[in-house]
């Protein structure tokens, strides 16, 4: 801890600022506390439990899934929530609910994680794959689109994905690792394209309640320690504001958080006209257009014209002749990645 002079160190390194007894093996960037295993464990567990009280994220008896990709974040997630759920009294029904994208050397190591926490913390898992809801795998995507907008299709069909691994599951919830650096990074992104809608509520830690199934992020005030790369996202956009936003944090740890501040702070002018929301013509998902997004991206894949939903491209969906149908319209300007949660 700063300021703590010779009385915070000890030969060998610094004393943990909470106990005074144990070497610090960490330094907190949020608090820059030096801190020992023990103590921040301790702190890190009780401050989500303040987050989920504070936030009212459960009710006594919700069934609660918990997206599982096998990352750091949502293991962390998984075994502190059922940690948690213990100690506390939550009266969750907890699961793991995993999609596989169907990336070669990337999700199925993942997926050999989150069968271990299965076993680990007796937890129910549910995996639903990409390759079973749109008949096609990232690894088959990857090699149609190449590696410029397979963020898109990835990010799109799995928020979908598991919407209705929830809804196989019957649960009331589901969470998500999602922590404080994700949040920033969506509120530049959104800022930058200029996407007022998704601005209003990327920052908000539940979302969704008037959609199938409402999606909770305890972590959305936890910064990243390090985080990994999927292996066909190096392009894009996202990166770039992760790039950014960690030059930030080098200077101060805190502009997270501020990004984050200014992000629920923005005001949506109330003459500012906000997308409908409706259901898709063609699956039934939640939509405020005639066709999901997801719908869109799959009806190309399948002509063969695997642009056809990503960015400006024309003769899109229900285009008679070339000419460009209300559908094309809808999806123009949203490009590259889902920014939704
Ligand atoms: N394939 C997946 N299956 C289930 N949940 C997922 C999957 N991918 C992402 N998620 C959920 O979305 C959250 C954010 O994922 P993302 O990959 O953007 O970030 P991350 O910080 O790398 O998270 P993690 O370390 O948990 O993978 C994850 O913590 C997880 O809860």
């Known amino acids: 801890m700063e300021g703590e002079g010779e009385r915070g160190r000890k030969r060998g390194g610094r004393v943990c600022c909470v106990c005074n007894k144990e070497r610090a093996s960490v330094k907190r960037p949020k608090t820059l506390q030096h801190m020992c295993r023990e103590c921040f464990f301790n702190a890190f567990e ?3 439990h303040q987050v989920i009280i504070q936030n009212s994220l459960f009710i006594a008896g919700d069934r609660v899934a918990i997206g ?9 997630l998984a075994y ?9 009294n939550y ?3 907890l699961f793991l609910l995993s999609v596989d994208e169907g990336i070669t050397g990337y999700r199925d190591d993942s997926l050999q994680t989150v069968h271990r926490n299965h076993l680990q913390y007796q937890l129910p898992l549910q995996v639903v794959s990409y390759k079973d809801l749109y008949g096609w795998t990232m690894d088959q995507i990857v090699d149609v689109i190449g590696f410029k907008n397979n963020c898109t299709f990835c990010g799109v069909f799995r928020r979908q994905a598991l919407d209705r691994g929830a809804a196989l ?6 969470v998500t690792g999602h922590n404080a650096d994700d949040i920033a990074e969506t509120v530049l992104l959104n800022l930058l394209r200029g996407d007022v ?6 920052t908000s830690i539940t979302t969704g309640e008037d959609g199938p199934i409402p999606r909770c992020k305890p972590f959305k005030y936890t910064l990243d320690y390090f985080s990994t790369e999927c292996i066909y996202s190096p392009n894009a956009y996202r990166g770039f504001a992760r790039e950014f936003i960690k030059d930030l944090e080098r200077i101060r740890p805190r502009a997270i958080l501020d990004i984050i501040k200014s992000g629920e702070n923005f005001r949506i002018s109330t003459t500012t006209k906000m997308p409908e929301q409706g259901t898709c013509q063609r699956c039934g998902y939640i939509s405020s257009q005639k066709w999901c ?8 894949l399948n002509r063969g014209l695997p642009k056809l939903g990503i960015g400006r491209s024309r003769g899109g969906v229900g285009s008679e002749n070339g000419k460009e149908s209300k559908v094309d319209k809808s999806i123009q300007g949203k490009q590259c990645g889902t920014l939704d949660f």
């Not at 502190?80 to 506390?88: A, E, F, I, Q």
């Open 68 to 76: 599982a990709s096998g990352g750091k974040d949502s293991t962390v």
């Open 197 to 202: 809608a998704r601005l209003s509520r990327c």
């Open 293 to 300: 997004k997801a719908c869109v991206l799959l009806d190309g």
């Open 80 to 88: 502190v929530l059922s940690k948690l759920n213990r100690l506390h």
């Open 46 to 48: 009780s401050e989500i």
């Open 169 to 174: 599951l019957k649960v009331d919830k589901l």
């Open 91 to 93: 009266g969750l029904n």
